[in-house]
T-cell receptor, first 111, second 116 residues
Framework: DAKTTQPPSMDCAEGRAANLPCNHS???????VYWYRQIHSQGPQYIIH???NNETNEMASLIITEDRKSSTLILPHATLRDTAVYYC????????????FGTGTRLQVTL | SQTIHQWPATLVQPVGSPLSLECTVE??????LYWYRQAAGRGLQLLFY??????ISSEVPQNLSASRPQDRQFILSSKKLLLSDSGFYLC???????????????FGPGTRLTVL
């Protein structure tokens, strides 16, 4: 699987949009971009995934650049409950999607 | 709805003792199952995954083994624990086939293991 690069930490004011970047310059054509988050002492939670097009669901939006070498996860209105470590992962979807988690970005949402 | 259970939630074991962690999934059939470990301050590392009963793939050489005796049961074991086996162990499942959930892995609550 391709490696990803994320900033180790970010801060965001409550109610503002949180934009979390991820670089995946060696991504292959059949690899998806996945985002998970992990709130302290819990298991990771799936947020969103995409291949080429931008995606949106009830939790977040995913913006993937045209060359697919980077992406941004957007939490449109961050709340204190969004404080967590966010992982950007690239992986081929198959019979068993093996995810390789890096160290992620620690997002701190403040009042 | 599907649920995933892990137990125990916390465990303190002496070096050299055996280990057995259990994970069960409810509400789905023939899931893919995974064991991850997260050492303190580190990212998650995939240890094992299974696509069916008795089918285990190991991702890293280590002191641990996994078994899948039933469709929705996944067990992580060790004959003799090492200090380096301490960590947060997470079980996860994902759907198989062409279901819309194929992309998502669902994680259990985890077991925090301390080896002394």
């Amino acid at each position: 699987d391709a490696k990803t690069t994320q900033p180790p930490s970010m801060d965001c004011a409550e109610g503002r949009a949180a934009n979390l970047p991820c670089n995946h310059s060696t991504i292959s054509g059949n690899e998806y971009v996945y985002w998970y988050r992990q709130i302290h002492s819990q298991g990771p939670q799936y947020i969103i995934h995409g291949l080429k097009n931008n995606e949106t669901n009830e939790m977040a939006s995913l913006i993937i650049t045209e060359d697919r070498k980077s992406s941004t996860l957007i939490l449109p209105h961050a709340t204190l409950r969004d404080t967590a470590v966010y992982y950007c992962i690239v992986s081929v979807s198959g019979t068993a999607s093996k995810l390789t988690f890096g160290t992620g970005t620690r997002l701190q949402v403040t009042l | 709805s599907q649920t995933i259970h892990q137990w125990p939630a916390t465990l303190v074991q002496p070096v050299g003792s055996p280990l057995s962690l259990e994970c069960t999934v409810e509400g789905t059939s023939n899931p893919n199952l995974y064991w991850y470990r997260q050492a303190a301050g580190r990212g998650l590392q995939l240890l094992f995954y299974s696509v069916g009963i008795g089918q285990i793939s190991s991702e890293v050489p280590q002191n641990l083994s996994a078994s899948r005796p039933q469709d929705r049961q996944f067990i992580l074991s060790s004959k003799k624990l090492l200090l380096s086996d301490s960590g947060f162990y997470l079980c996860a499942w994902s759907a198989t086939g062409l279901a819309g959930l194929l992309h998502e892995q669902f994680f259990g609550p985890g077991t925090r293991l301390t080896v002394l």
